[in-house]
């Protein structure tokens, strides 16, 4: 039998000491959760048994130490939730929390705003696609520009974090050598400079942000009209096979499926 050694280790760590605390608050990237509890009794049983169930992707960590909670605002028998590239966590309603309780809140808040593609979860993350699409933003966090581009995705999913309908996926070409040819060569883009598109999951078919004559990278103001312009339809992934004079009149989108159907030329073949 094959046996994962890291389900069967301790699924909550301990946070008892100030380094510890400052390695917990540079994890950004990670969706975490953390609870203040009086000890190993039955309130902190209920939050390691929850913690079991999100083994590997989700991590969890407890204090028993009165410093760290405060330090952390955190009251007896409380939960805080950490969002990728939030600066300030949720607060898990109730105390004391029973096991469902915490299941329950993690499964509905574990698609974060902003998520990191990651070699250790990616069949995961991109398998919880959006009605079938993904946003995806490619930037080298290395990079100055990448970097820059970054930091204005963070700020939108830190305007947006409430908005259930939108999570970007943000991949760092980097993390991902063998890939990225190919990503160029099926999206037709260059990973050298920032990217966001819409992608769609079943063909790969996608519509990307042109960001390649400007030298100035988009605002988070700009960044967040477009965003709601893919939210509500008017940009999606056929939009590649249309027209400019389409792309001008959104009223006039549509889908292939939809085009065929609806092709006037046939209803007139068809009445003679």
């Not at 009605?131 to 970097?147: C, K, M, N, R, S």
């Not at 960044?223 to 709601?228: G, K, Q, R, S, V």
């Amino acid at each position: 039998y094959y046996i994962d050694v890291n389900v069967l280790e301790d699924p909550v760590e301990m946070i008892n000491s100030a380094m510890e605390l400052r390695a917990f608050e540079r994890m950004e990237e990670d969706i975490r959760l953390i609870g203040y509890f009086k000890g190993e009794d039955s309130y902190y049983k209920a939050f390691q048994e929850a913690s079991e169930r999100f083994q590997p992707y989700i991590k969890f960590f407890a204090t028993f130490d009165k410093s760290v909670a405060k330090h952390l605002s955190l009251k007896m028998n409380e939960v805080n939730f950490y969002e990728p590239f939030m600066e300030e966590p949720a607060i898990l309603p109730g105390r004391p929390l029973s096991e469902m309780d915490i299941v329950e809140f993690v499964n509905q808040h574990r698609r974060a705003t902003l998520r990191k593609l990651r070699a250790e979860n990616m069949f995961e993350t991109w398998e919880d696609d959006m009605d079938g699409i993904h946003i995806v933003a490619f930037a080298e966090e290395e990079d100055p520009d990448g970097y820059e581009f970054l930091e204005i995705l963070k700020d939108v999913a830190r305007d947006n974090t409430n908005n259930p309908e939108l999570s970007i996926v943000w991949i760092d070409p980097d993390d991902f050598p063998l890939l990225t040819t190919y990503w160029e060569k099926t999206f037709k883009l260059d990973l050298f400079r920032p990217q966001i598109g819409v992608v769609n999951v079943t063909d790969a078919d996608s519509v990307w942000l042109d960001m390649s004559n400007d030298e100035d990278l988009p605002t988070p103001e700009e960044l967040e009209d477009w965003i709601e312009d893919v939210l509500s339809g008017r940009v999606n992934t056929e939009d590649d096979d249309e027209s400019a004079d389409d792309r001008e009149h959104p009223d006039s989108y549509v889908t292939e499926d939809s085009s065929e159907s609806h092709d006037p030329d046939e209803e007139e073949d068809s009445d003679d």
